[in-house]
């Protein structure tokens, strides 16, 4: 059975709770290497908690450390080309700090590998990911506009170089389409062990544009679906609702069930926790047309926009045109309603907003 485990935790003390989950699961690290995946949505401070408190990044090398690893790693992928560089990304989420001289560039050295997908017949994996002896993902608890939630399994996407992520958003449209190409990556290389910041957590529009929530906790599994299954559930969802969990038990990557989960620590559904969707209480005939008649679309929120430009690059189908008196001009004919604008703004400039597709007359 698989079994993930809660602490009760603060980013002053977060070492003692890593500290337990490396002696809860005991992964093999003695003289391997080890990769320290956190999540780096962007250049953005930790403040913001979008990204992986530099708290539980440190304690993690630290941990490491003690227990011999040979050579220690830390390193993601981020989303962004607007934002600059995986080193300026990490310097201001406090994470280069925290890692020191153990920082990697994950896009330095992409590597073609052959994948089990039907949107690609192979994708470009960081080197370091390919080569670690183990991994260690360290995702946020956070909402995600695309795909409910974002954990464990989504945080494997962060293994991919370059525009492979955008070529996944733009040929694998749709959230059932879009959770299936997760799962395919995270399959190639599934984490040894993942120890999830829930301390303070992301409620609302995640994975960026959300609302800080403090929950005082931290969760460890060597199993990253399970440990997603155990965050949804906390987050008031049905587990099986989510399509990356659905879809990965289906594949034997691990449960989505509450029931096969062997859970230790304080585990308890978050109040009134905020979550972006519709429709996923709903039968799912009723959902697809509730989904296809309703449409979350993105809008510019012109008060808030810097005209810099970053949501225009990360569209994956060039929807979004810059003007210079207006700055980004979205072409909803074109827009495959992915929201990477809204996840790469780092300025809160993008909204999302439902409308009547009767009335819009979007394509889909």
């Known amino acids: 059975m698989a079994r993930v ?19 809860d699961f005991r992964p093999v690290v003695e003289g391997r290497t080890v990769l320290v995946k956190p999540n780096i949505l962007g ?78 017949d192979r994708l470009a994996f960081s080197k370091e990911v390919l080569d670690a002896d183990c991994i260690v993902s360290l995702p946020k608890m956070k909402t995600h506009v695309a795909t409910v939630i974002t954990g464990g399994v989504k945080n494997a996407f962060g293994h991919l170089v370059g525009g492979e992520k955008t070529r996944l958003h733009r040929d694998a449209r749709g959230p059932e389409n879009f959770a299936r190409a997760i799962v395919d990556v995270y399959q190639v290389r599934p ?16 994975p960026s544009g959300g609302r800080p929530r403090r929950l005082g906790r931290v969760l460890a ?66 959902s697809r047309l509730i989904t296809y008649v309703i449409v979350t679309q993105p809008t510019v929120r012109r008060k808030k926009c810097v005209k810099c430009g970053s949501c225009a690059e990360a569209c994956p189908v060039e929807a979004i045109t810059m003007t210079e008196h207006h700055g980004p001009v979205i072409d909803y004919g074109k827009c495959i309603f992915c929201f990477c604008c809204h996840e790469m703004c780092r300025y809160e400039a993008m909204d999302l907003t439902r409308r009547m597709r009767l009335f819009q007359g979007l394509r889909y």
């Not at 485990?5 to 002696?23: G, L, M, P, S």
């Not at 040894?192 to 609302?204: S, W």
């Open 5 to 23: 485990t809660i602490y009760e935790a603060d980013y002053a003390d977060v070492e003692n709770a890593v500290e337990r989950a490396f002696d």
């Open 43 to 120: 250049a953005v401070p930790p403040e913001r908690h979008v990204c992986t408190h530099p708290s539980l990044v440190g304690a993690t090398v630290r941990a490491l450390e003690r227990r011999g690893a040979g050579r220690v790693w830390v390193g993601d992928n981020p989303g962004m080309r607007a934002y600059g560089s995986n080193e300026h990304a990490a310097r201001v989420a406090g994470i280069l700090e925290a890692a020191g001289d153990r920082f990697v560039n994950l896009g330095a050295s992409p590597v073609k590998v052959p994948v089990a997908s039907a949107f690609a």
């Open 191 to 206: 984490p040894d062990l993942t120890i999830l910041d829930a301390v303070v957590a992301m409620e609302g529009q995640g």
């Open 221 to 286: 599994s060597d199993n990253a679906v399970a440990l997603d299954t155990v965050m949804a559930a906390m987050m008031g969802l049905e587990p099986r609702s989510i399509p990356t969990l659905r879809i990965a038990e289906e594949r034997g990557l691990g449960p989505a069930d509450l029931a096969q989960i062997n859970i230790e620590g304080p585990f308890e559904v978050v109040p009134k926790f905020k979550v972006p969707m519709i429709g996923l209480w709903l039968g799912a005939a009723v």
